[in-house]
């Protein structure tokens, strides 16, 4: 499983940093996406990263605002969250895939406990 951290309390405008950590190798053969749910929503693609971590995708809602990277010698990869809106709150989970061009949940596997994200108006 993976493990989601780095989440907290907010204000608006301001700026968070989520890392996302494995265990194993396994972690090292996928593409790496993050997701966040909030309460009575959906969870909701946000942004993957490909295996090699040469090749992004965002959804339009984060695209400019957040940027996902990937340190495979360290098996951790990491959402930079600029700009955070109240909206933006919400638990957030990060899962593998195989391929970084998959945005539906049921694309992805080995989700972890989420972290959470609260952004204050």
């Known amino acids: 499983q993976l493990q989601a951290s780095g989440g907290g309390l907010v204000q608006a405008g301001g700026s968070l940093r989520l890392s996302c950590a494995a265990s194993g190798r396994t972690f090292v053969s996928y593409a790496v996406g993050w997701f966040r749910q909030a309460p009575g929503k959906e969870r909701e693609f946000l942004a993957a990263i490909s295996t090699a971590g040469s090749m992004t995708y965002y959804t339009d809602s984060v695209k400019g605002r957040f940027t996902i990277s990937r340190n495979s010698a360290k098996l951790t990869v990491t959402l930079q969250m600029n700009s955070l809106k109240p909206e933006d709150t919400a638990v957030y989970y990060c899962?593998?895939?195989?391929?970084?061009?998959?945005?539906?949940?049921?694309?992805?596997?080995?989700w972890g406990q989420g972290t959470e994200v609260t952004v204050s108006s």
């Open positions: 899962a593998v895939s195989a391929s970084y061009l998959r945005t539906s949940p049921g694309s992805y596997n080995n």
